[in-house]
């Protein structure tokens, strides 16, 4: 099981930014697409953002496109989320994940320990 290890949750105000970050120390990193999902209190999980293993491609989900990017970097092996212009509505709790190129959370095998995401009015 590879273990992928977060940090970069927080409060903030609405407007604000703040960046996830997610690695790890499986050599496989490059090999395989990351993405990040949500879940807010007595909600599903959801998907957020997907990033191919070359980085040649991502996907958004609506709710976020045009606020947040998703970027790796293999030689680190490090995975990021940069959310600008954060909304009540997006507070959370922010996973990452290790696996497939896709939305679904059975596309991915290995997931991070979660990190909360507080956006304030």
């Known amino acids: 099981q590879v273990q992928l290890e977060q940090s970069g949750g927080g409060l903030v105000q609405a407007g604000g930014s703040l960046r996830l970050s997610c690695s790890t120390s499986?050599?496989?990193?490059?090999?395989?697409?990351m993405g990040w999902f949500r879940q807010a209190p007595g909600k599903e999980r959801e998907f957020v953002a997907a990033?191919?293993?070359?980085?040649?491609?991502?996907h958004y989900a609506d709710s976020v496109k045009g606020r947040f990017t998703i970027s790796r970097y293999n030689d680190k092996n490090t995975v990021y989320l940069q959310m600008n212009s954060l909304k009540p509505e997006d507070t959370a709790v922010y996973y990452c994940a290790m696996g497939w190129y896709g939305t679904r959370q059975s596309d991915f095998g290995s997931w991070g320990q979660g990190t909360q995401v507080t956006v304030s009015a």
């Open positions: 499986a050599r496989t990193f490059a090999n395989y697409a």
């Open positions: 990033i191919t293993w070359s980085a040649d491609s991502t």
